[in-house]
Every structure is written in structure tokens, then in C-alpha cells.
């Protein structure tokens, strides 16, 4: 009976676990604008204004995402058969779907530092240096 109980605690965990949605590309842009509020101030016209520049950036890189996918499981059916052709091919997409989401990141980063004050360009630009990232604003990996 424990056996049983334990098991079906373990199963309806995984089963939990599996049934995760991703975040849309509208809560991924809240979510970041709330952050950019609390530490720059922005009113409630910038804090609209940077919803709709990050909202467009993330549906943009939902698409970029679900190719880059594709690619890397290319790149490892490639490996696997050790196929040179496919190998040079998927890694020149991936790097290629790589710098589309560095221009989207970049392009989106470069709207957003338009609508902000010099104050709060000044603010962003100190914050971002010190995050160790690739400038103001990218969400890549960050330490």
C-alpha cells in the first residue's frame, strides 16, 4: 500500500512537471518592464512604450527559438552519422539564428535607451556594465 502511494506521489510529481507552459512573449516583456520599472523609475508612458518594444522583440525571438531547436537537433543527427556537409551546414544556421537574436536583443535594447531620460540612460548604461553581459540590456547568460 505505501509502495503504491509513493508511487502514485511520483508519478503525479512527474506528471505535474511535464505539463509546464513556457512563458508568452507578452508575460516575458512584463516581466522584464516591471524589473526595468523598480530600477529606473519609468512612467507610465515609457513603462508602455517599453512593453510593446520587448513584446515585439520576444514574439520575434519565439520564432528564432523554435528554428534554433530544429538546428541543434540537426546538428547532433548530423554528428551521430558523422556527415560533414550537414555538420557545416546546421552549425552556419545556428550561427546564423544566433546573430538574428543578437540584432533582435541589440535593435530592441537600442528602442528602449531612446525613450529613456538622460538620467535614467545613465542609470541603465551603470547597471548594465556592471551585470557582465554584452551591453545595456541583453538577457543572454548572465554570472
Known amino acids: 500500500m505505501k509502495k503504491t502511494i509513493a508511487l502514485l506521489l511520483f508519478a503525479s510529481a512527474c506528471f505535474a512537471q511535464s505539463t509546464h507552459t513556457p512563458p508568452t512573449p507578452a508575460s516575458i516583456a512584463q516581466r522584464r518592464v516591471e ?18 518594444i520587448f513584446t515585439n522583440a520576444a514574439t520575434a525571438d519565439t520564432t528564432i527559438q523554435a528554428s534554433l531547436k530544429t538546428e541543434r537537433q540537426s546538428l547532433a543527427t548530423a554528428v ?28 530592441s535594447n537600442a528602442a528602449f535607451y531612446q525613450i529613456l531620460t538622460p538620467a535614467q540612460q545613465t542609470q541603465y548604461t551603470n547597471l548594465e556594465s556592471h551585470a557582465g553581459n554584452y551591453g545595456p540590456g541583453f538577457r543572454g547568460r548572465r554570472p
Request: without cysteine.
Open 35 to 52: 524589473r526595468l520599472t523598480k530600477v529606473l523609475s519609468l512612467n507610465a508612458s515609457q513603462q508602455q512604450q517599453a512593453l510593446t
Open 80 to 107: 551521430q552519422a558523422n556527415s560533414t556537409t550537414n555538420i557545416q551546414t546546421a552549425a552556419m544556421q545556428i550561427g546564423t539564428l544566433t546573430g538574428q537574436l543578437v540584432l533582435s536583443e541589440a535593435s
